[in-house]
């Protein structure tokens, strides 16, 4: 279903470039959960980049579902990104001026049906949120924000979801609750999930573990 083949990314410095990923290649299929580890300034959140369409790679190629997103114009790409693949950042990035509710609907505004509300209001309940759908993010948690975050990246119902650090700016016990909500609903929509962290303590939830290291991913299933 996902399919990275002999990725490169590099970036021009005055000094030459700077080479962040090298050669890397793997396959994932449909439900899989891997978590990608690795120090500050490794790459981690451009090789997601790259993943979910954001960012181009200098060389190889990336397909999801046999597609090329590189491969497409810009109407397209933003398209398939809306369509196939959920994001979920560190900071939660809702918009503060938007309800709950209307947070979670934004994705399908440039969607074909406008048949999603129920699939929103289905997904705010499924994390806990059915009473907080009026309110702002103003008047949310930490750990209801990136809930709301959550239910944001599923609504389109995507094929890959991408989590930056999705417990990064939270505490322990909210933290603890999210990753169990992320595992949960991973498994109940059989996503391929790729999350990048720091937590040894989330890492340690996923089947499939990997350590970004000089420039390439190891296997680091044992971490544990």
């Known amino acids: 279903m996902l399919e990275i083949s002999h990725l490169t990314k590099e970036y021009p410095t005055p000094q030459g470039p700077?080479?962040?990923?090298?050669?890397?290649?793997?396959?994932?299929?449909?439900?899989?959960?891997?978590?990608?580890?690795?120090?500050?300034?490794?790459?981690?959140?451009?090789?997601?980049?790259?993943?979910?369409?954001?960012?181009p790679p200098t060389s190889g190629v990336v397909?999801?579902?046999?597609?090329?997103?590189?491969?497409?114009d810009e109407k397209a790409i933003a398209s398939f990104r809306n369509r196939r693949v959920g994001f979920v950042f560190q900071d939660h990035c809702l918009l503060p001026q938007c309800t709950v509710l209307e947070n979670v609907l934004i994705p399908t505004l440039i969607a074909d049906s406008d048949d999603y509300e129920s699939r929103a209001r289905l997904l705010l309940e499924q994390v806990g949120l059915s009473e907080r759908i009026g309110?702002?993010?103003?008047?949310?948690?930490?750990?209801?924000?990136?809930?709301?975050?959550?239910?944001?990246?599923?609504?389109?119902?995507?094929?890959?979801?991408?989590?930056?650090?999705?417990?990064?700016?939270?505490?322990?016990?909210?933290?603890?609750a999210a990753a169990s909500l992320l595992m949960r609903l991973h498994t109940e929509q059989r996503t391929i999930m790729i999350v990048v962290t720091h937590s040894l303590e989330l890492a340690s939830r996923f089947p499939a573990r990997f350590e970004l290291i000089d420039k390439q991913l190891k296997n680091a299933s044992k971490l544990d």
């Open 18 to 55: 700077l080479s962040i990923l090298s050669d890397v290649s793997l396959e994932f299929d449909r439900g899989d959960a891997v978590a990608i580890m690795g120090p500050s300034g490794s790459g981690k959140s451009t090789l997601l980049y790259i993943l979910g369409g954001l960012e």
């Open 63 to 72: 397909t999801l579902e046999g597609q090329n997103p590189f491969d497409l």
């Open 135 to 176: 309110h702002r993010p103003a008047e949310l948690s930490g750990g209801e924000k990136q809930r709301v975050a959550l239910a944001r990246a599923l609504i389109m119902n995507p094929v890959l979801l991408l989590c930056d650090e999705p417990t990064g700016n939270l505490d322990r016990k909210s933290a603890d």
